[in-house]
């Protein structure tokens, strides 16, 4: 069965920092490329951050550049986003997905596999 499993959300204050990983099973993470998305209440899901399958080329939406960092372990099958500096704006349901687009991902149709969410709250 194909799955990502998202896990590490939480409560934060701002100025604090949080990991959130996906691993995925059933398939092998490091053939897709692989993205990070959000969706705060009341808001449209939103493209957070992306590595593009063909050259590892990573893309990071302008509100989070300098913040957030997403990466892959290939050996664990997992991918991860790393977010540091992060203000009450930034709560939201993380989601990760994974994309057999050869390159850089951009549309949630481009991405073929997607994890449950998980939810960030950063408090004020």
């Known amino acids: 069965e194909v799955q990502l499993v998202e896990s590490g959300g939480g409560l934060v204050q701002a100025g604090g920092s949080l990991s959130v990983s996906c691993t995925a099973s059933?398939?092998?993470?490091?053939?897709?490329?692989v993205g990070w998305f959000r969706q705060a209440p009341g808001k449209e899901r939103e493209r957070v951050s992306a590595?593009?399958?063909?050259?590892?080329?990573?893309y990071y939406t302008d509100s989070v550049k300098g913040r957030f960092t997403i990466s892959r372990d290939n050996a664990k099958n997992t991918m991860y986003l790393q977010m540091t500096s992060l203000k009450p704006e930034d709560t939201a349901v993380y989601f990760c997905?994974?994309?057999?687009?050869?390159?850089?991902?951009?549309?949630?149709?481009?991405?073929?596999?997607w994890g449950q969410g998980t939810q960030v709250t950063v408090s004020s």
């Open positions: 059933g398939f092998t993470l490091a053939d897709y490329g």
């Open positions: 590595v593009s399958r063909n050259n590892g080329r990573t």
């Open positions: 997905a994974a994309s057999s687009y050869w390159g850089m991902p951009i549309l949630e149709t481009e991405f073929n596999y």
